[in-house]
């Protein structure tokens, strides 16, 4: 039995993730790019952003999505890395005619009104964060009702065998900010989001593109 309880064991795990990603963001691009890439712009190409659409990027990183989007967007990204974010503020201003804003937030409590965003991206990010559930309940609490919610993510293999490595192998790659046992029923049973479509994306289709439409009230 853990020492800390539940609220502040998440709290010390998110220190660590931004240690670690603060660690990472000069070294993210050429390291993560190559094998994430494809994910990143499938996302955007699914989410249909039509002129003067706003979206929310949760988990922005360096913003390696930005030249993907259509420049007649308004994009606002949040991470929790500050040397993340001072990368994606340098890409960001070497873009023209794209609406970025970027902010410092945790994502377990985003720090934005209710229905506020017609689409919201979150690439790479739900198997980082502790407490994925309140990440994907805060991204339903902003998006508005209708809007498209993309999640790019690795889950834990419904294959069985698989599936055991993906367990024994967690414990090592959490210190390099990311779980492989995540379950994908994580993001699917949110409350407020109804799955639209699910297809494989990426490197041999390891990593998974869920397209939920976010319900009425």
């Not at 994908?184 to 994306?201: A, F, H, Q, S, Y």
């Amino acid at each position: 039995m853990s020492r800390y309880p539940a609220t502040e064991r998440a709290t010390v795990e998110s220190r660590r993730v931004e240690r670690v990603y603060s660690m990472l963001a000069r070294v993210y691009d050429d390291c993560f790019d190559w094998a994430l890439g494809p994910g990143r712009r499938t996302a955007i190409q699914r989410l249909g952003i039509r002129p003067g659409g706003r979206v929310l990027e949760v988990g922005v990183g360096t913003g390696l999505s930005f030249p993907h989007y259509p420049k007649a967007c308004r994009v606002t990204g949040i991470d929790i890395s500050v040397p993340m974010l001072e990368q994606a503020r340098e890409r960001a201003e070497g873009l023209d005619g794209l609406d970025v804003e970027l902010l410092k937030m945790d994502a377990r409590a985003l720090e934005l009104p209710d229905d506020s965003f017609d689409h919201v991206l979150a690439p790479y990010v739900i198997s980082v964060v502790p407490q994925p559930e309140r990440v994907m309940a805060e991204i339903r609490r902003v998006c508005k009702p209708g809007g498209t919610v993309i999640v790019v993510n690795q889950f834990l293999s419904a294959n069985p065998l698989l599936g055991v490595a993906d367990r024994l192998l967690t414990p090592a790659t959490r210190w390099i900010g990311f779980r492989m046992d995540l379950p994908m029923k994580i993001v699917t049973r949110t409350p407020g989001l109804t799955i639209e479509k699910i297809e494989r994306v990426n490197l041999f289709g390891l990593w998974h593109l869920l397209q939920l439409r976010r319900t009425a009230d």
